[in-house]
Antibody, heavy 123, light 105 residues
């Protein structure tokens, strides 16, 4: 069974840091691009970042560029999101998602998604 | 950035009804469009990708159509389990989602 399990969320003060992890199983992790998508409480879905299969190419939403870093360890079948300089507006459930298929420009639809991990930025 | 606008924002319907949700893109996205279903407290689940391709395991009462800037998700005969929020997503350039349509049955 294909499975993605996020961890690492929690309460952090503004300006703080947090690292999220996403453990993948049931598929050949190194063969897929991976993404992070977030959802603020009661709000819609927002794409955050993506990484290609060997980790050499990354892309970020403007709202997190320069503060967040996506990475992966294919030997451990794990995706990461290092989040620095956190702001209140970063409060959200963070989902990792596998690329289902991608357009010519390298943007993708997502399948499956993990269950999500909640990040709360508050003093 | 490509903006995605869904309508309606909320929709109330009955079991057996046929419902349609519309998604408009601020510029042409060819056929790079997906639809997701999300139930409270759960992760989104893809229903349709590439405008009209049904994801494996998704009931055939779900269908998608459109091209360019206007797209629709149709549920042909509503079931109680279809109560959820539905999102469209463009993946022509980067990735953006519509604001969601909450379907109440």
């Amino acid at each position: 069974e294909v499975q993605l399990v996020e961890s690492g969320g929690g309460l952090v003060q503004p300006g703080g840091s947090l690292r999220l992890s996403c453990a993948a199983s049931g598929f050949s992790f190194s063969g897929y691009w991976m993404h992070w998508v977030r959802q603020a409480p009661g709000k819609g879905l927002v794409w955050v970042s993506r990484i290609n299969n060997d980790g050499r190419s990354t892309l970020y939403a403007d709202s997190v560029k320069g503060r967040f870093t996506i990475s992966r360890d294919n030997a451990k079948n794990t995706l990461y999101l290092q989040m620095n300089s956190l702001r209140a507006e970063d409060t959200a459930v963070y989902y990792c998602a596998r690329a289902g298929g991608c357009s010519n420009a390298g943007a993708c639809w997502f399948d499956p998604w993990g269950q999500g991990t909640l990040v709360t930025v508050s003093s | 950035d490509i903006q995605m606008t869904q309508s309606p924002s909320t929709l109330s319907a009955s079991v057996g009804d046929r419902v349609t949700i519309t998604c408009r893109a601020s510029q042409s996205i060819s056929t790079w469009l997906a639809w997701y279903q999300q139930k409270p407290g759960k992760a989104p689940k893809v229903l349709i990708y590439d405008v009209s391709s049904l994801e494996s395991g998704v009931p055939s009462r779900f269908s998608g159509s459109g091209s360019g800037t206007e797209f629709t998700l149709t549920i042909s005969s509503l079931q109680p389990d279809d109560s959820a929020t539905y999102y469209c997503q463009q993946y022509d350039t980067y990735s953006t989602f519509g604001q969601g349509t909450k379907l109440e049955i």
